[in-house]
């Protein structure tokens, strides 16, 4: 599986932004995808994932304001990000596996990753 986030972009604080990440073959239904973020200087941290039946599960961080969703039709993943703020500035990567190991969501391993998408929140 290749994925290729994008939607990365200069917003202002409150905005909303939507990341895709588009994903290559044919069993992409089947996997899990997940999103995680890096700002500067910081620890990649893991911010949503939605699994192949639909379950979804939020940081905190971002409950209520984020919101992750799937096309199977499209092989595609969307994060769509309202009421952004300073601390939403970072790296996105999406990231993918069929089966994630790990005791917790934020814990769990993924064997394909996207190459980021770079969202900037400014005043």
């Known amino acids: 599986v290749q994925l290729q986030a994008s939607g990365g972009g200069l917003v202002q604080v409150g905005d909303s932004l939507t990341l895709s990440c588009v994903a290559s073959?044919?069993?992409?239904?089947?996997?899990?995808v997940a999103w995680f973020h890096q700002a500067p200087g910081k620890e990649r941290e893991w911010v949503a994932v939605i699994t192949s039946a639909g379950g979804i599960n939020y940081a905190d961080s971002v409950k209520g304001r984020f919101t992750i969703s799937r096309d199977n039709a499209k092989n595609t993943v969307y994060l769509q990000m309202n009421s952004l703020n300073f601390d939403d500035t970072a790296v996105y990567y999406c990231a993918a596996d069929r089966y994630p190991s790990g005791p917790t969501w934020p814990l769990k391993r993924y064997n394909y990753w996207g190459q980021g998408t770079l969202v900037t929140v400014s005043s």
């Open positions: 073959g044919r069993t992409f239904s089947s996997y899990t």
